[in-house]
T-cell receptor, first 114, second 114 residues
Framework: GENVEQHPSTLSVQEGDSAVIKCTYS??????FPWYKQELGKRPQLIID?????GEKKDQRIAVTLNKTAKHFSLHITETQPEDSAVYFC?????????????FGGGTRLMVKP | DTGVSQNPRHKITKRGQNVTFRCDPI?????LYWYRQTLGQGPEFLTY????????KSRLLSDRFSAERPKGSFSTLEIQRTEQGDSAMYLC????????????FGSGTRLTVV
């Protein structure tokens, strides 16, 4: 089955700096890669996703890049703000008729210091 | 529609007791997933429904766990003869089928087995 590894496990940045979180996956057939943000005691929320036919996707201060050859993808947050502090999870799946079961990475705790 | 609803939010039970959780997905979503999340870890897939059919179960899911989704609407997850190792957050998510759709998670049910 799929295995997703995520690093770093914790990341501390100064407000206004950029943050980068990296994930690798093992199943070359995976074709959908979402990122979730989970604040303390709350549900994971989808913040951005990318499909395997796209190399990069951007949404305001958040961007995701995908390297299919190397089987890794990254989340980039620019101009970080204290409200970006949360745990971020990457995930991978193979969308198809059989479903879209996500395999999650272990999470990155991002702390943005004001 | 206010999103994915899970009940109860918290459940404390004695070891050996049975517990049942309920999930009400977004009404137009025909896919429903159950995940388990322990502290500091990413969500771990348990089982998945498309409409009323249970199409996939994790091999990590012991025989003490059973899930149903009668009529393709709400779902229940039952754990029989609970063990301390079952203590976790149980997350339900729903999505549309047929494309690259991210999940919408519920707030989860936190189970504590004492």
């Amino acid at each position: 089955g799929e295995n997703v590894e995520q690093h770093p496990s914790t990341l501390s940045v100064q407000e206004g700096d950029s943050a980068v979180i990296k994930c690798t996956y093992s199943d070359s057939a995976s074709n959908y890669f979402p990122w979730y943000k989970q604040e303390l005691g709350k549900r994971p929320q989808l913040i951005i996703d990318i499909r395997s036919n796209v190399g990069e996707k951007k949404d305001q201060r958040i961007a995701v890049t995908l390297n299919k050859t190397a089987k890794h993808f990254s989340l980039h947050i620019t101009e970080t703000q204290p409200e970006d502090s949360a745990v971020y999870f990457c995930a991978a799946s193979r969308e198809g008729n059989a479903g879209n079961m996500l395999t999650f990475g272990g999470g990155t705790r991002l702390m943005v210091k004001p | 529609d206010t999103g994915v609803s899970q009940n109860p939010r918290h459940k404390i039970t004695k070891r050996g007791q049975n517990v049942t959780f309920r999930c009400d997905p977004i009404s137009e979503h025909n896919r429903l997933y159950w995940y388990r999340q322990t502290l500091g870890q990413g969500p771990e897939f348990l089982t998945y429904f498309q409409n009323e059919a249970q199409l996939e179960k994790s091999r990590l899911l012991s025989d003490r766990f059973s899930a149903e989704r009668p009529k393709g609407s709400f779902s229940t997850l039952e754990i029989q003869r609970t063990e301390q190792g079952d203590s976790a957050m149980y997350l339900c998510a729903s999505s549309l089928a047929g494309g690259y759709y991210g999940y919408t998670f519920g707030s989860g049910t936190r189970l504590t087995v004492v």
